[in-house]
């Protein structure tokens, strides 16, 4: 197997030129150059049906749909077989943000360390999962965007609106969303209380601000990649919006 069948791509996620006075660290596991219609979140410190805090994961992908594992936190030991190579098994070992873009026909196997916590995607939602969780991701929601925001003290986030859905999993810490719509002037706020493990679907044309708590962990997913602040962020000019309490 050659490198342009699997990508195995480490993300940069220190002193990237993303972080804000190191009070938050910004991180993606595809922006643009892959989409998914189906994700699952696998985390090994809470998962008490995989014994000895390892797992493993053996997918035949013979239905044309290509999948990316991203690992955002520990260590795993991947072996990937190509169906139409017949070549021995590659080996690619894991760190954290490390991912492997799976191409639509092979074996593998995934092996984590105790603690790790892992994001699988696939291109193609289908009614066949080899790893047997939910999928995170809305009914017709097609992600060309995966991002991750790690808080390292109470931090506002938002304050815009997008032209396409967004949609939020808060892995853990807490936090509150203000909704507000923009082609409404006179509609209320709405607010929306996050705990660990909530959703929220964030609709185009919606104005969004976020105040989350210190050591709290959130993914957001788009339906189109992320180019810059002025392609994608929209302001909602004069508007109290951007004045909510932070709800310290």
Same mark, same amino acid.
């Given at each position: 197997?050659?490198?342009?069948?699997?990508?195995?791509?480490?993300?940069?996620?220190?002193?990237?030129?993303?972080?804000?006075?190191?009070?938050?660290?910004?991180?993606?596991?595809?922006?643009?150059?892959?989409?998914?219609?189906?994700?699952?979140?696998?985390?090994?410190?809470?998962? %008490?049906?995989?014994?000895?805090?390892?797992?493993?994961?053996?997918?035949?992908?013979?239905?044309?749909?290509?999948?990316?594992?991203?690992?955002?936190?520990?260590?795993?030991?991947?072996?990937?077989?190509?169906?139409?190579?017949?070549?021995?098994?590659?080996?690619?070992?894991?760190?954290?943000?490390?991912?492997?873009?799976?191409?639509?026909?092979?074996?593998?196997?995934?092996?984590?360390?105790?603690?790790?916590?892992?994001?699988?995607?696939?291109?193609?939602?289908?009614?066949?999962?080899?790893?047997?969780?939910?999928?995170?991701?809305?009914?017709?929601?097609? %992600?060309?965007?995966?991002?991750?925001?790690?808080?390292?003290?109470?931090?506002?986030?938002?304050?815009?609106?997008?032209?396409?859905?967004?949609?939020?999993?808060?892995?853990?810490?807490?936090?509150?969303?203000?909704?507000?719509?923009?082609?409404?002037?006179? %509609?209320?706020?709405?607010?929306?209380?996050?705990?660990?493990?909530?959703?929220?679907?964030?609709?185009?044309?919606?104005?969004?601000? %976020?105040?989350?708590?210190?050591?709290?962990?959130?993914?957001?997913?788009?339906?189109?990649?992320?180019?810059?602040?002025?392609?994608?962020?929209?302001?909602?000019?004069?508007?109290?919006?951007?004045?909510?309490?932070?709800?310290?």
């Amino acid at each position: 197997m050659t490198l342009d069948r699997i990508i195995h791509e480490t993300k940069d996620r220190p002193n990237n030129g993303l972080s804000d006075n190191n009070r938050r660290l910004l991180t993606t596991a595809f922006n643009g150059d892959f989409s998914a219609e189906y994700a699952s979140y696998i985390d090994l410190e809470k998962n %008490a049906n995989i014994k000895n805090g390892k797992i493993e994961i053996i997918d035949g992908t013979s239905l044309g749909n290509k999948q990316l594992i991203y690992l955002l936190k520990g260590s795993a030991t991947f072996r990937i077989t190509d169906f139409s190579i017949f070549e021995d098994p590659n080996v690619y070992m894991l760190s954290e943000g490390d991912r492997i873009i799976v191409p639509e026909r092979a074996l593998y196997e995934l092996h984590a360390e105790p603690g790790s916590k892992i994001f699988t995607f696939n291109e193609k939602l289908s009614n066949y999962s080899p790893y047997n969780w939910d999928n995170i991701l809305p009914e017709g929601f097609n %992600a060309k965007q995966a991002k991750f925001a790690f808080l390292k003290d109470d931090f506002p986030l938002g304050g815009h609106y997008h032209k396409y859905n967004e949609f939020f999993f808060l892995i853990n810490g807490e936090g509150n969303f203000y909704f507000k719509d923009t082609k409404t002037p006179d %509609a209320l706020q709405e607010l929306h209380l996050l705990a660990p493990e909530s959703k929220l679907f964030v609709p185009a044309f919606v104005g969004h601000k %976020a105040f989350l708590k210190k050591d709290s962990l959130l993914v957001g997913f788009t339906e189109e990649p992320y180019i810059s602040p002025e392609h994608n962020d929209h302001k909602i000019e004069g508007d109290s919006f951007y004045n909510l309490p932070t709800g310290k």
